[in-house]
């Protein structure tokens, strides 16, 4: 008993010496609270057959019924199959372009770095709602820069807007310029911190600009671009809602190759008011891409120690 | 076995050296073309615009694009002044609430440390989607149509919290020790010794936090219904997504509708764009070197 009671105290202790930062998180401990913890009832809520008038304690369960409706969706699958497949591309893509954007800064050593550095960097400060309009005045049918020059060649324009199979192409692109300055930058903060006297033993051995950059350059940021490819991949089944819903203009025409889980789950969330399909994919979402970080980082772990995230 | 002279090695280095300038010329040139062409266009006179199309670099020099804008400027003053809200609440709001959590899971000493650490890092591994969040703004909290509908979603999230909690690690504790034997109380240290000597941190994060809230338009997609109250971002999206619906409809419809005089033209379109993004286009490079140090430290492994 007289053990329970010191455990206790102590307790209370511990707490009230603690109490004054307790007291200063309070406030973001509220906030994740609601924003962030409440909104997790939404990983049951596909198992409810939610209504609105209802709300959420009053729907009714209806156990894996709103999964069924997943099964034969076509649109759905296109949906995913298009998600994996465009984040795929980008990984693999964008890792490409950024690591040799970052290569080729780090072997320049003059003023120049300074600029190149900013001048990649600008698509990272502005948002898809502006690349969209900049991506019409490539792509429109009248009065766009690529229209104008096929006719200027002799040749008839092309309705970019209706034709879903050139679309895969635009939107890699949209997204390797938007984002490949912003991690070559990364990249080339991360060499820059890699040890000098590595890069003059090199030089000093005979090593040519190639092997160096083999050998020496990507090896000190691998375990960076590792961790940057987890973090990635653990967001594989997530699309980036903005780069698809502005840059097609949420067209339909479109959707055969432009349609991801993200404006899926929104369509038929506010245009068709349906909180069972929408609910049950932000489920799916949710776990798998948690199944995948974890399961990609305990590979990594077992390869490769330093790399892995946690 | 070839013998390599400190020449030819020069003339090797010189030559690598231009193919690198080369190649980051093309990028760029790729990287700036997209703004020229929204820029110069916006220059353009609209008649020359329909026979020309869109041009990095305006054939026929015109400001109207910009003077028609600035004729009826209600809607975009509108939305300046709920972005320009928005982004002022967002930034300190989220700053202050990510500061204080990162600090104190910050301090080695806090005995909830390690499950308030956790309690943290679970939001990054799990959240609930779209609908629950929805219904929690919209339906619980009931601020659809309110500017808090804006603020509160994206005030602050773990990834930000981790990255002060790094900064603040960098401190050395003796320093706080110091402060505590002084007399000193918590709030004390965090707001006269912490926030000074982590100026870099808190620019740093409060960039990320104001670049966000400028460039967000999702907010208003979703919650905002009064086309007085929406972002200056949504606005733009708005104004293209019209722009097809109309071209799409059929000519008949278009004869009853009214909003049909307020298209605007193709230049002012592009004028639009220049004000909704130049702002942040020619202050944000100047701190690009705190975006570089955030990015650099949220990837460290804390």
């Not at chain 2, 050395?172 to 912490?194: M, N, Q, V």
Request: aromatic share 16%.
């Amino acid at each position: 008993m007289n053990g329970k009671k010191i455990k206790f105290q102590r307790s209370v202790r511990r707490f009230k010496n603690s109490l004054p930062l307790t007291l200063l998180a309070l406030p973001a401990i509220i906030y994740f609270i609601i924003f962030k913890y409440v909104p997790l009832y939404g990983l049951v809520l596909p198992f409810k057959d939610y209504k609105f008038s209802k709300g959420f304690f009053g729907s009714e369960w209806c156990g894996f019924r709103n999964f069924e409706f997943l099964a034969d969706n076509t649109q759905l699958y296109i949906a995913i199959r298009n998600t994996i497949l465009y984040n795929f591309v980008f990984i693999i893509l964008g890792i490409f372009v950024s690591v040799t954007a970052a290569l080729l800064l780090f072997e320049l050593k003059n003023k120049y770095v300074k600029l190149y550095q900013t001048i990649l960097y600008l698509p990272f400060y502005i948002s898809w709602v502006v690349v969209a309009y900049a991506a019409r005045a490539f792509l429109d049918m009248d009065y766009g820069l690529i229209n104008k020059l096929i006719e200027m060649f002799g040749g008839e324009g092309v309705l970019w807007y209706s034709n879903p199979s050139y679309w895969p192409a635009f939107i890699i692109t949209a997204n390797v310029w938007k984002s490949f300055g912003s991690n070559a930058v990364l990249y080339y903060a991360s060499l820059m911190g890699t040890d000098k006297s590595l890069f003059e033993a090199a030089k000093i051995d005979g090593a040519g600009k190639l092997q160096t950059i083999i050998h020496i350059s990507i090896p000190s940021i691998k375990s960076i671009i590792v961790m940057m490819t987890i973090l990635s991949i653990g967001k594989i089944f997530y699309g980036d809602f903005g780069l698809f819903y502005n840059l097609t203009l949420n067209s339909s025409l479109l959707y055969p190759t432009t349609d991801i889980i993200d404006t899926y789950v929104y369509r038929s969330l506010v245009k068709l008011g349906d909180m069972g399909i929408s609910s049950a994919v932000g489920f799916l979402q949710s776990v798998f891409g948690f199944v995948l970080v974890l399961a990609t980082n305990f590979i990594v772990r077992r390869v490769e120690e330093d790399c892995s995230l946690f | 076995m070839k013998k390599r002279t400190a020449q030819s090695y020069d003339r090797e280095d010189r030559r690598f050296e231009i193919v690198c300038h080369l190649i980051l010329i093309i990028l760029s040139v790729c990287c700036l073309y997209p703004f020229l062409i929204i820029l110069g266009s916006s220059f353009e006179a609209q008649k020359q615009l329909v026979i020309t199309g869109y041009r990095a670099i305006p054939v026929k020099f015109s400001l109207e694009a910009y003077s028609s804008i600035f004729s009826y400027p209600e809607r975009i003053f509108d939305a300046y002044k709920i972005t320009a809200i928005s982004t002022v609440l967002t930034t300190a709001g989220g700053i202050y609430l990510e500061s204080t959590l990162g600090y104190v899971i910050s301090r080695k000493d806090y005995s909830y440390r390690s499950g308030l650490s956790m309690f943290v890092f679970f939001t990054m591994l799990f959240n609930g989607g779209l609908v629950p969040s929805y219904i929690l703004i919209s339906r619980w909290l009931e601020l659809k149509d309110t500017i808090w509908a804006l603020v509160l979603p994206g005030l602050a999230g773990a990834w930000h919290v981790l990255m002060f909690k790094t900064f603040f690690m960098a401190i050395p504790p003796a320093l706080i020790e110091s402060a505590k034997i002084d007399g000193a109380k918590e709030y004390t240290i965090f707001f006269r010794i912490i926030i000074p000597l982590s100026k870099p941190a808190f620019a740093c994060i409060g960039l990320f936090l104001l670049l966000q809230a400028w460039n967000d338009w999702y907010s208003s997609l979703l919650y905002i219904e009064t086309e007085s109250k929406v972002q200056l971002q949504y606005l733009l999206m708005s104004i293209m997504q019209n722009i097809e619906k109309l071209n799409n409809a059929d000519p008949a419809q278009l004869g009853i509708n009214a909003g049909m005089q307020n298209i605007p033209s193709l230049n002012a379109r592009m004028a639009m764009c220049v004000i909704a993004a130049g702002p942040i286009l020619v202050i944000f490079p100047f701190f690009q070197k705190y975006f570089v140090k955030g990015l650099t430290v949220g990837s460290v492994k804390g």
